[in-house]
């Protein structure tokens, strides 16, 4: 996501290396060795922070003191951020069109700076284009009735999604995949979707279907049924060249696929 978002502000000599292999979970990935080779040399490293790459934030400390190292999140003022408590921040951050359309500009220009200012490509129509884009998502949700503005998913991936076009989230794991959860979410979910009378839940990409599949099991025997929607894409872009298989593709994808199982709802 961050080099999607990076690359139209970039020179096309500026080569990105993305180092994330496709698909893979960015809360749990733990640096291989041919990965700190990369980021060894990279002139200049973009990541999303906020504690994402919760395995990798010591290693961008140390290499931060020799080039420029940076979080995208670094560029969102705080009162924009959706805090999770007195220290930390979501950090699904690419859910929100503009604002991380605007950080990701505001890092190439701070990392080209460093670098070189040539290699900064003035490109507003990309911009714009990423505010017209948020403006259809907004007109689409727009016509839907709040009663089935309810997002739910396996882990709290979409609260900024939800927040730009005023949804509900539900999930069972809280902000990060590596949370542990029980009985006791299992209950309170299932508890949520029989009393807000919630027809569709999500399963992710590379995540706890089985867990979802709980969920629903649970609603059954309280009488309540529940569809799972197709997996929707959350911290990873999805199959490369697919429609979702970039950002902001997959913030498309995921109101696609939303949009349909509320349709036939
Ligand atoms: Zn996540």
Not at 93 to 118: E, R, T
Not at 134 to 139: E, G, T, Y
Not at 199 to 222: D, N, P, W, Y
Request: aromatic share 10%; proline share 6%.
């Amino acid at each position: 996501m961050v080099a999607d978002a990076l690359r139209p502000h970039l020179n096309k000599n500026c080569s990105i290396v993305v180092l994330f292999p496709e698909g893979i979970d960015p809360h749990t990935y733990r640096p291989v060795p041919s990965d700190i080779q990369r980021l060894q040399e990279a002139d200049a490293i973009v990541y999303n922070g906020l504690h994402l790459e919760a395995n990798m934030e010591s290693m961008f400390k140390h290499l931060s003191r020799s080039k420029p190292c940076i979080g995208l999140g670094s560029f969102i003022p705080t009162q924009k951020l959706i805090a999770l408590d007195a220290y930390s921040f979501d950090p699904h951050i690419w859910f929100d069109i503009p604002l991380f359309g605007l950080a990701a500009k505001m890092a190439a220009d701070s990392v080209c700076k460093a670098l070189n200012p040539l290699l900064f490509f003035h490109n507003t129509n990309y911009l714009d284009s990423l505010f017209e884009l948020d403006a259809a998502l907004q007109h689409q949700w727009n016509q839907k009735p709040e009663s089935q503005r309810i997002l739910c998913s396996v882990h709290d991936a979409f609260s900024y999604y939800c927040r730009r076009y005023k949804l509900k989230q539900m999930s069972l794991q809280g902000v990060s995949t590596a949370a542990e959860f029980g009985i006791y979410e299992v209950d309170a979910m299932v508890d949520f979707m029989v009393k807000n009378k919630v027809k569709v839940a999500f399963t992710e990409a590379h995540a706890l279907t089985k867990a979802m599949k709980s969920i629903q099991l649970g609603c059954a025997q309280r009488g309540h049924i529940l569809v799972l929607g197709d997996p929707l894409l959350t911290d990873a872009p999805g199959k490369k060249g697919s429609p979702g298989g970039s950002w902001p593709g997959m913030v498309i994808e995921n109101s696609a696929k939303i949009h349909k199982a509320l349709n036939h709802d």
